[in-house]
C-alpha cells in the first residue's frame, strides 16, 4: 500500500465519511497531514522546481470534487464522467494529465463519492437505450482502490441500479478486491498494455506487463468484460520488434477463453512541450520520447507522429494482430 510522504486535505472533506475515514487512518500512520482551502491551488506545489515532480508524486491530496460536467464520448462509452481521483502515484513520462496540470499531476482522492454516483446513476435510468460511463479517464482506479476501497464500494452500489455499464483502464494488477463481487456484467474493465522494454523505460511505478496480463486472465475468469488498450505506441528505436513481441506474448499468455472475445483499442503517442520540459529535469538519464524525425506539431504545444510514419506503424500492427488475433475486433486505432 502507498503511504505518502504528506496529506493535503480541504478542511470540510471531514464531514463525508470516506474523507473522514481517511484523514483518521493517516494520522493513525503519523503521516503529515497539510490543510488547504482549495485541491486546486496548492501555492507550495506550484512553486516547485521540475525536478522534484518524483517527490511531489509522494503525496496525496484530499479534496471535493466540484466539476461534474459529463463529456460525450464515441469511442468505448457514451461519457467520460468526473470521479473519485485525478492523477495517481506512477509517472509515466508522457500521461496526458501533466498537460493539464503540470508537475501538479499528483493523486487527488474526492470524498464526495455518493453524489458522483447517484448522478451516473440518475443519467443511465433515465436514458431510453443503455448508456457506458468512463471513470477512469482521470486517474487508475485499480490503485486508487489500494488507498480508499472506492472501486469496490462502486461496483456493490452501482449494480443496484438496474441500466448501464461502467468502464475504466488500468496499468496495475492489483485486481483481487474486486474478483469476487457480484458485478452482474455491467463492469467493463481495459487493462492498457506495452511492451516491458517501454514499461521499464517510460511507465514508472507501474505493473510489470507479466503481471497485467495474469490480472487479464483474473477477471475474466470471474466473468469480468475485459479489453485491452495497446497505449501509448512508442516509435523508440526496434519498436517493430517490441510491439511483434507484446502481440505475440499476448496470444501466448492470454487464456483460451478470453482470447475469443478480448476487444482491442490502439492509441498511438502524443507528447507536448511540457512533457519535454518536466522529463528533461526530473528524469535526465531517462529516453527521450520527443524524435523531430518522425513527430510534428499537433496543437498548440502538443507533438505527434508524422502521418506517413503513422500509417506505416499502424499497417504493420494492423498485420500483426491479424496474425495472432485474427478474429477479435480492434474498436479503433489513433
Known amino acids: 500500500m502507498f503511504i505518502p510522504d504528506n496529506i493535503y486535505y480541504e478542511s470540510n472533506v471531514i464531514n463525508y465519511k470516506l474523507g473522514k475515514e481517511l484523514i483518521e487512518k493517516y494520522k ?23 525536478s522534484e515532480f518524483p517527490k511531489m508524486k509522494r503525496n496525496i491530496i484530499i479534496g471535493i470534487r466540484k ?10 462509452s457514451d461519457f467520460l464522467v468526473p470521479y473519485t481521483s485525478s492523477g495517481c502515484t506512477a509517472m509515466c513520462m508522457y500521461c496526458y494529465l501533466v498537460c493539464n496540470y503540470n508537475k501538479c499531476a499528483y493523486l487527488r482522492l474526492f470524498v464526495n463519492r455518493e453524489e458522483m454516483l447517484d448522478k451516473i446513476i440518475k443519467t443511465s435510468e433515465k436514458s431510453e437505450k443503455e448508456l457506458t460511463f468512463e471513470i477512469g479517464s482521470n486517474s487508475d482506479l485499480i490503485l486508487e482502490n489500494t488507498i480508499t476501497g472506492n472501486l469496490v464500494w462502486t461496483i456493490e ?3 443496484k441500479s438496474n441500466k448501464g455499464f461502467l468502464t ?4 496495475f494488477d492489483m485486481v483481487d478486491p474486486i474478483l469476487n463481487l457480484d458485478h452482474k456484467n455491467r463492469i ?3 487493462m492498457s498494455v506495452n511492451p516491458q522494454e517501454i514499461i521499464n523505460k517510460v ?8 503481471n497485467r496480463i495474469e490480472a487479464i486472465n483474473k477477471l475474466a475468469k470471474h466473468g469480468y468484460k475485459v479489453g485491452i488498450i495497446i497505449a501509448p505506441i512508442i516509435l523508440i ?12 506474448e499476448l496470444a501466448e499468455r492470454l487464456d483460451n477463453s478470453i482470447k475469443e472475445k478480448v476487444f482491442f483499442e490502439m492509441i498511438f503517442m502524443t507528447y507536448s512541450y511540457i512533457h519535454s520540459k518536466i522529463n528533461e529535469e526530473a528524469f535526465p538519464n531517462a529516453i527521450k520520447l520527443y524524435d523531430k524525425n518522425l513527430m510534428t506539431v499537433r ?4 507533438y505527434g507522429y508524422k502521418k506517413e510514419v503513422r500509417e506505416e506503424a499502424e499497417k504493420f500492427l494492423r498485420e500483426q494482430m491479424k496474425k495472432y488475433f485474427p478474429n477479435n475486433s480492434i474498436e479503433y486505432i489513433v
Do not use: A
Not at 67 to 76: L, S
Not at 168 to 171: A, I, N
Not at 299 to 302: A, V
Open 188 to 190: 467493463i474493465i481495459r
Open 168 to 171: 475504466f483502464p488500468t496499468k
Open 28 to 50: 493513525n500512520e503519523n503521516v503529515n497531514l497539510i490543510e488547504i482551502e482549495n485541491h486546486n491551488n496548492i501555492e507550495e506545489m506550484r512553486k516547485k522546481e521540475n
Open 67 to 76: 466539476t461534474h460536467k459529463f463529456v460525450p464520448n464515441h469511442k468505448t
Open 203 to 210: 511507465e514508472f511505478g507501474t505493473s510489470s506487463l507479466k
Open 157 to 159: 452500489n452501482f449494480v
Open 237 to 248: 528505436d526496434n519498436w517493430q520488434k517490441y510491439y511483434q513481441n507484446l502481440i505475440k
Open 299 to 302: 496543437g498548440r504545444g502538443k
